[in-house]
């Protein structure tokens, strides 16, 4: 979700103005999501890198997420949205990752069915962390280090790996996001700034995604000698 700071600096406003009008395309976007029937939206939240930032944006940041966090988590259970936490835990105040673990149990307990929607906000994430981690998860726990057991262990093991990934600002990398589940992940880059992307935008990145084809190694003959119900 790229472009904050730069949406607030053409309008004069300062830094955090950015961050809380992305605050409000995230609302569009996880409607839209669900309108799509998109199953798990995963977002870029806070970055590892990020505590480099001015100490006054970033104490801003951790304010926003709290405040974010208590207001929305009645609409998320409303609309059968699960939001799970992906991050690095350390450096964050307990205030913050109670509120967290808050949002977490709280979407899970109003969803007795399957919810529309998981919602994966990655915060203090970063994808050479989440590798490290689970490796380090499995040297704890004397497990054989190969794919299958690293992706067993990894922050996202609740969910599939994503099939699109969208950045918005311009930008044309991934900037250390999902490094380990974005191996074959289609990409999108959009000029537009996060909070000026909509749900037409998302519709745009959807659109390109369908018409791709995802080979996974093989040869476009052998994909279409594949019969239409295997992957």
């Known amino acids: 979700m790229d472009g904050n700071g730069r949406w607030a600096a053409k309008r004069m406003l300062p830094r955090l103005a950015g961050h809380r009008q992305g605050v409000e395309s995230l609302r569009r976007c996880i409607r839209a999501c669900i309108d799509q029937g998109v199953s798990v939206l995963t977002v870029f939240a806070f970055s590892s890198e990020n505590w480099s930032r001015p100490a006054e944006e970033v104490s801003g940041l951790m304010d926003l997420l709290s405040l974010v966090i208590?207001?929305?988590?009645?609409?998320?259970?409303?609309?059968?949205?699960?939001?799970?936490?992906?991050?690095?835990?350390?450096?964050?105040?307990t205030h913050i990752l109670d509120g967290l673990a808050s949002a977490e149990q709280q979407t899970q307990d109003a969803l007795a069915d399957q919810p529309k929607l998981i919602l994966n906000v990655c915060f203090n994430y970063g994808g050479r962390w989440d590798i490290a981690q689970a490796a380090a998860k499995l040297v704890a726990q004397n497990r054989p280090i190969n794919e299958t057991e690293l992706a067993d262990c990894m922050a996202?093991?609740?969910?599939?790996?994503?099939?699109?990934?969208?950045?918005?600002?311009?930008?044309?990398?991934?900037?250390?996001?999902?490094?380990?589940?974005?191996?074959?992940?289609?990409?999108?880059?959009?000029?537009?700034?996060?909070?000026?992307f909509d749900e037409a935008d998302?519709?745009?990145?959807?659109?390109?995604?369908?018409?791709?084809?995802?080979?996974?190694?093989?040869?476009?003959?052998?994909?279409?000698k594949k019969p239409p119900s295997e992957p």
Do not use: M
């Open 70 to 93: 208590k207001r929305e988590v009645t609409n998320l259970c409303k609309n059968q949205v699960r939001f799970h936490f992906v991050g690095d835990r350390v450096n964050l105040s």
């Open 156 to 196: 996202l093991a609740h969910v599939p790996d994503p099939d699109l990934i969208i950045r918005t600002g311009g930008e044309h990398r991934l900037s250390n996001f999902l490094l380990w589940q974005a191996a074959y992940s289609e990409l999108v880059f959009t000029e537009k700034l996060w909070p000026e």
């Open 202 to 224: 998302l519709s745009l990145a959807i659109q390109s995604y369908g018409q791709r084809q995802r080979r996974f190694g093989l040869t476009p003959e052998q994909l279409s």
